[in-house]
């Protein structure tokens, strides 16, 4: 098994930045993708963007491309997600999840994710 704990969010004004945390635990996730999703009041789960645990590709979505960055630290079992230019749009949970195969954009790919933490853009 995997855990997935997040940090970082919070409620911040239009153009701030936020850096989002997720620390993995359990099980190695040795050649799988990490991810980021997000999910606003009455939309469904959406992804934000992906990175290999092993060469550290990245993938994003066209919304934030530009905007936000995900990184990894091997050695701590984390991912990151720098967001900059915050708009209200932006505003949502955000989701970290892990799976063992490649990077994918497909939220039900993803076995394992985190409880979620918020992300408020006020304008």
């Known amino acids: 098994q995997v855990q997935l704990v997040e940090s970082g969010g919070g409620l911040v004004q239009v153009g701030d930045s936020l850096r989002l945390s997720c620390a993995a635990s359990?099980?190695?996730?040795?050649?799988?993708?990490g991810g980021w999703f997000r999910q606003a009041p009455g939309k469904e789960r959406e992804f934000v963007a992906g990175i290999t645990w092993t060469g550290g590709t990245t993938y994003y979505a066209d919304s934030v491309k530009g905007r936000f960055t995900i990184s990894r630290d091997n050695s701590k079992n984390t991912v990151y997600l720098q967001m900059n230019s915050l708009k209200p749009e932006d505003t949502a949970i955000y989701y970290c999840a892990a799976q063992r195969a490649g990077l994918n954009p497909r939220a039900n790919v993803y076995d394992y994710w985190g409880q979620g933490t918020q992300v408020t853009v006020s304008s």
């Open positions: 359990g099980r190695s996730l040795s050649n799988g993708a």
